[in-house]
C-alpha cells in the first residue's frame, strides 16, 4: 500500500457486472461516499445497501465483495489509523462496518469535503487530509440499535417511488411502538419521525408539481394522501401557496 492516506473518485457510467469487482482485504479502514447510485456490498458475511448520501467505512481486514453497483457517483479510498492526528475515535475500536447518512445541506457539505480532499490528495496535502479525516470521524457514532432504527426509518421515508406513509406504519415495519419511533428520530436527527415524513412528501409534491401533465390529485396520492384537499392544506401550510399556484408559478 503505497499511501497511508488515500481518496478517489468513484464514477461507474451505468451497470457494473459484480463480477468484475474482486473479492479484496485491505490493512486499512475503507470508505466510500455516495452523490449518487448506490452499491450493495457484503463485508465479512454482512450485506449494505449504501445509497446517495451515505458514507459506509469498513475495518482493516474485512472482506469486501461488491455484489451491486449501479450508477455510482462519489468518493471511495482508504486510510491507516496511524496516519490520522488522533486515532483515539470511539468509532475505530468498532470491529463492524460503520453507516451514516447524511441529508441534505449535511450531504452537500460532505460532498465537497471530499471533493476538496480528492485535490488534497492529488497535491500530497497530508496535513489537509489528516485534518478532514478527524472532522469526517467526528461525525461518526458507534452502531447501536437505536441509530439503526432511525438510519432504517430514514432510508425507508427517502425510498424511492415509495409513497410516505404514517409513523404508525413505520414503527410496526420497524416493530417499535409510535412513540419510540418519534423520540429516537429525534435525538439523532434533531427533527421528529413526523417532520421527515412531511419534507418527504414536500419533495415529492414539488417534484410532480413541476409536471403539468400530472394532475394534482395524482400528485397527492403519490405524497400518501388521498385527499386533494388536505393536500392543498398541507402543502399551503409549509410553502404558503397552493398546490396550484406553485406550478403556475406564483
Given at each position: ?21 474482486k ?42 465483495i ?12 482508504y ?18 462496518p ?51 432504527v ?27 411502538t ?7 428520530v ?65
Amino acid at each position: 500500500m503505497k499511501h497511508k492516506l488515500s481518496v478517489l473518485k468513484l464514477n461507474t457510467d451505468g451497470y457494473i457486472e459484480p463480477q468484475m469487482i474482486k473479492p479484496h482485504v485491505l490493512d486499512a479502514y475503507a470508505f466510500a461516499f455516495l452523490l449518487e447510485g448506490e452499491i450493495l456490498a457484503e463485508v465479512s458475511g454482512q450485506n449494505i445497501l449504501v445509497s446517495a448520501g451515505q458514507l459506509l467505512m469498513v475495518p482493516p481486514e474485512k472482506k469486501i465483495i461488491v455484489k451491486h453497483f449501479d450508477r455510482c457517483l462519489g468518493y471511495q479510498g482508504y486510510f491507516q489509523a496511524d496516519a490520522l492526528k488522533d486515532h483515539s475515535y470511539a468509532v475505530l475500536r468498532e470491529d463492524q462496518p460503520i453507516q451514516k447518512s447524511f441529508w441534505f445541506e449535511d450531504a452537500v457539505f460532505m460532498g465537497a469535503l471530499f471533493k476538496r480532499m480528492e485535490q488534497a490528495f492529488e497535491d500530497r496535502d497530508s496535513r489537509f487530509l489528516q485534518s478532514a479525516f478527524d472532522l469526517i470521524l467526528t461525525q461518526l457514532k458507534p452502531n447501536d440499535n437505536k441509530s439503526l432504527v432511525s438510519e432504517r426509518f430514514l432510508q425507508m421515508v427517502f425510498e424511492k417511488d415509495q409513497a410516505p406513509l404514517s409513523v404508525a406504519d413505520y414503527a410496526e415495519k420497524l416493530q417499535v411502538t409510535p412513540n419510540y419511533l418519534n423520540k429516537t428520530v429525534k435525538n439523532h436527527t434533531h427533527r421528529t419521525a413526523i417532520d421527515w415524513i412531511e419534507i418527504a412528501r414536500l419533495n415529492i409534491a414539488k417534484r410532480y408539481l413541476k409536471d403539468p401533465t400530472v394532475p394534482i390529485i395524482d400528485v397527492a396520492i403519490r405524497c400518501g394522501l388521498d385527499d386533494q384537499s388536505y393536500f392543498s392544506r398541507f402543502f399551503k401550510k409549509i410553502t404558503g401557496m397552493t398546490p396550484t399556484q406553485y406550478r403556475n408559478g406564483k
